[in-house]
């Protein structure tokens, strides 16, 4: 079946680093792959995505581009501010719409 | 705003009783996913509702169900509650149900149960 696996958190970062969070992922097919972030006491909200090989989704400085042959939708900023501070989930997207997602990623950003 | 409304927002309940939470989706979209995120985990498929039917299940017992009405909102309804039932319940509208489709997620109820 399909799977994604993330890296383990936290991550934690002084402001203006560069941040990458890996992501990889089993599916049948050509699914659909997402970045989605989850702020503290809130539900998930899309922050980027790719529908094919070579994509490259971009959002508020994050991007990320499926990988087809080394499976991956690592997510990346170049300068992260402490407002960038939350869970990020990778997912993908399987039969009928249906998300799987990753354990996510806690990122901690100091100032 | 993604326009997905969850009712309530928190909730606590006794084990073995029932529940019943709310899910107005975003203005045009027919289709409703549920999913449940325990702590500190990600979220993991509970159903998915296309046009008021069930269209697609995860791994959880019948004693989760749910219901899609005509404008599109939906239940979920858990009967039997167990401690490990505890968690964040999130629902999601999307137009149509293909892979390539996004999702729109509400801010999610909070069941406790003790």
């Known amino acids: 079946g399909n799977s994604v696996t993330q890296m383990e958190g936290p991550v934690t970062l002084s402001e203006e680093a560069f941040l990458t969070i890996n992501c990889t992922y089993t599916?049948?097919?050509?699914?659909?792959l997402f970045w989605y972030v989850q702020y503290p006491g809130e539900g998930l909200q899309l922050l980027l995505k790719?529908?094919?090989?070579?994509d490259k989704g971009s959002n508020k400085g994050f991007e990320a581009t499926y990988r087809k042959e080394t499976i991956s939708f690592h997510l990346e900023k170049g300068s992260v501010q402490v407002s960038d501070s939350a869970v990020y989930f990778c997912?993908?997207?399987?039969?009928?719409?249906?998300?799987?997602f990753g354990a996510g990623t806690q990122v901690v950003v100091t100032p | 705003e993604t326009g997905v409304t969850q009712s309530p927002t928190h909730l606590i309940k006794t084990r073995g009783q029932q529940v019943t939470l709310r899910c107005s989706s975003q203005?045009?979209?027919?289709?409703v996913s549920w999913y449940q995120q325990a702590l500190g985990q990600g979220p993991q498929f509970i159903f998915q509702?296309?046009?008021?039917?069930?269209?697609g299940r995860g791994n959880f017992p019948p004693r989760f169900s749910g219901l899609q009405f005509p404008n599109y909102s939906s239940e979920l309804n858990v009967n039997a509650l167990e401690l490990d039932d505890s968690a964040l319940y999130l629902c999601?509208?999307?137009?149509?149900?293909?892979?390539?489709?996004?999702?729109?997620f509400g801010q999610g109820t909070r069941l406790t149960v003790v």
């Open positions: 999601a509208s999307s137009l149509g149900q293909g892979g390539h489709t996004e999702a729109f």
């Open positions: 599916a049948t097919g050509y699914p659909s």
């Open positions: 790719a529908t094919k090989a070579d």
């Open positions: 997912a993908l997207s399987g039969d009928w719409g249906k998300l799987q």
């Open positions: 203005s045009g979209h027919n289709t």
């Open positions: 509702y296309y046009r008021e039917e069930e269209n």
